[in-house]
């Protein structure tokens, strides 16, 4: 069975002229695959991974390559043209992706490029693109473990910091005091899970909490000690963007690392920094 929209594995049927005609079965019959998306040798009774999406003519077509936004997903896109019926938004396929003037929250501009979710709609067979992203956000509570790793689209800024989607499917946030690396609308990252509100939004952190950011922050330090002769002047009362600068993390993170080095023996915390104990030291 094919599945428009999503990526599909089909049988290689014949090979002529600039392509490749793959079984469609009797819903589809051949569907054409050009030869330049094919970068290996390729023979009939082979399986070719393809994605499948239509045309203005409703026929199917086939393609190697993957959208820049996978329909279930969001994203942003810029808009190839407009007209009265809607606009065509480039996917980073030969064929862009229509968003039927109906699924505009606002006036789309040739160049603009707007946050939308794509998907396959059933009435009309095609993927389409809308910008009423709300429908599709997850209105049940998320279930995450604390540090689970999620797919994480910064969809705006905030005062407080990013608003973001997760996993595609829930709202959330990632606060600016604790982003130690660059960011921006539009970008896809990974992120960890710190708290699930009661509201069901997220907040959502660039890197591990808790212990685990402990000990992968701990070798950074350890490291920095060695590389300047066993003493840096840097400590719990340093500036916290000096620390952010020097370590990638906050001063909370940071604090807590040299507490549980210093617990272990393995620097002696003083007034201007903190110095690496000898290992004759950290014996005693």
Not at 36 to 54: C, N, P, Q, S
Not at 56 to 72: C, F, I, L, Q, W
Not at 83 to 101: E, I, N, Q, R
């Amino acid at each position: 069975m094919l599945n428009i929209g999503e990526m599909n594995s089909l049988k290689v049927l014949r090979i002529a002229g600039a392509g490749y005609y793959l079984d469609g079965g009797d819903a589809e019959g051949e569907i054409f695959l050009p030869k330049t998306d094919v970068h290996t040798d390729v023979a009939v009774g082979d399986e070719i991974k393809v994605f499948l999406y239509r045309n203005a003519k409703r026929n199917a077509v086939a393609t190697t390559h993957e959208p820049s936004v996978m329909p279930g997903q969001f994203g942003f896109l810029s808009a190839d043209s407009v007209s009265t019926y809607g606009a065509l938004l480039d996917w980073g396929l030969s064929t862009p992706v229509f968003m039927p003037s109906r699924e505009w929250k606002t006036r789309i501009r040739v160049g603009g490029t707007y946050l939308v979710y794509v998907y396959y709609d059933k009435e009309t067979e095609q993927v389409i693109a809308t910008m009423h992203t709300e429908r599709y956000i997850d209105q049940s509570k998320p279930e995450y473990a604390m540090n689970q790793e999620v797919s994480v689209l910064i969809t705006d800024t905030h005062p407080l910091g990013y608003k973001v989607f997760v996993d595609d499917a829930f709202k959330g946030m990632i606060y600016a005091n604790e982003v130690f690396e660059y960011i921006e609308v539009g970008m896809r990252v990974k992120g960890y899970v710190k708290y699930v509100r009661p509201d069901g939004k997220i907040d959502v952190a660039l890197q591990k909490q808790g212990l685990s950011v402990v000990n992968s922050i701990d070798d950074l330090i350890i490291a920095d000690l060695q590389r300047s002769g066993g003493f840096i002047p840097v400590s719990d009362k340093s500036d916290p963007d000096e620390i952010a600068d020097r370590f990638g993390c906050s001063k909370k993170a940071f604090k807590k690392c040299i507490g549980v080095l210093y617990k272990h023996r393995r620097i002696a915390i003083e007034e201007d920094g903190i110095r690496l104990l000898s290992t004759k030291d950290e014996n005693k």
